[in-house]
């Protein structure tokens, strides 16, 4: 690049951020001017054609006309992007002991069942019988009585309830820890599953070499007062996809052993010929 050319590409640079130096909010004029600096740098170093912008401009349209109500096809660019992740990290920051944020993952539903403790999540979602267990936990060890644990997952078919077009609630439910801190609940075991590939997200997977496949996971989202509130997976050791988990959501201390049972008992006298169970211990950070 000649002396000349890039003098001219840093004064629009220039003349762009300073455009929004009247700006009477702080911070939004902070988040503006950033992005001003760190997308143009990206356009130079990249420099395309005025054809591909024009392509880049077509992709993230069609990403907001598939979005509607039931489906947020932006949440997904930018989970297989790992922005969410990220997002997750910083405003999560680690904190001795506590159990570690992952993404929310876009099929939360306000206003689950309740379920009693030893309860079933699954409200007949197709799946083998999964016993969960665990205690909710300060960071000093000290049980949590009444936190609030919301649970939902996919179906063995790699749907969940509300991809089904019935209206049926399954896979998900909300439960309270007991005054130990203890928790117990019957749900299914995770299996893997694809994310929405059906969109100009999931052509840019297939266009760039890569899967859209999930991790089997199982999600939580537990509050308690004074407490950080945590959404998280557990993910199934041994799954060959969690090295390649397309939203970039597997740590490694939320890998857990899902211990297969054939013809022995269930813990609460349930009858199943065939059942999984998995033991996952929160830990929760203060709040702020």
Known sequence: MTEAQDAREVELIERVEASFAGCDNDRLREVMQASVRHLHAFMREVRPTEAEWTTAIEFLTAVGHITDDRRQEF?????????????????????????????????????????ELGGDIGGGASGEPCWVEGTVTDVDGRPISGARIEVWEADEDGFYDVQY????????????????????????????????????????????????????????????????????????????????????????????DFVRHTGEPTPDGREAPEWSSVTFDIVLAPAG
């Open 75 to 115: 949440i997904l660019l930018s989970d297989v992007l790992g922005v969410s992740m990220q997002t997750i990290a910083i405003n999560n920051p680690a904190y001795a002991n506590a159990t570690e944020a992952t993404v929310f993952g876009p099929f939360f539903v306000d206003d689950s069942p309740a379920v």
């Open 165 to 256: 077009d019935d209206d049926r609630t399954a896979g998900r439910g909300h439960l309270i820890s007991d005054d130990d801190g203890t928790y117990r609940f019957w749900g299914v075991t995770p299996t893997p599953y694809p994310i929405p590939h059906d969109g100009p997200v999931g052509k840019m997977l297939e266009a760039v070499g890569r899967s859209p496949m999930r991790a089997s996971h199982l999600h939580f989202k537990v509050d308690a007062p004074g407490m950080r509130s945590l959404v998280t997976h557990i993910f199934v050791r041994g799954d060959e996809l969690l090295a390649s988990d397309s939203v970039f959501g597997v740590k490694d201390s939320l890998v857990k």
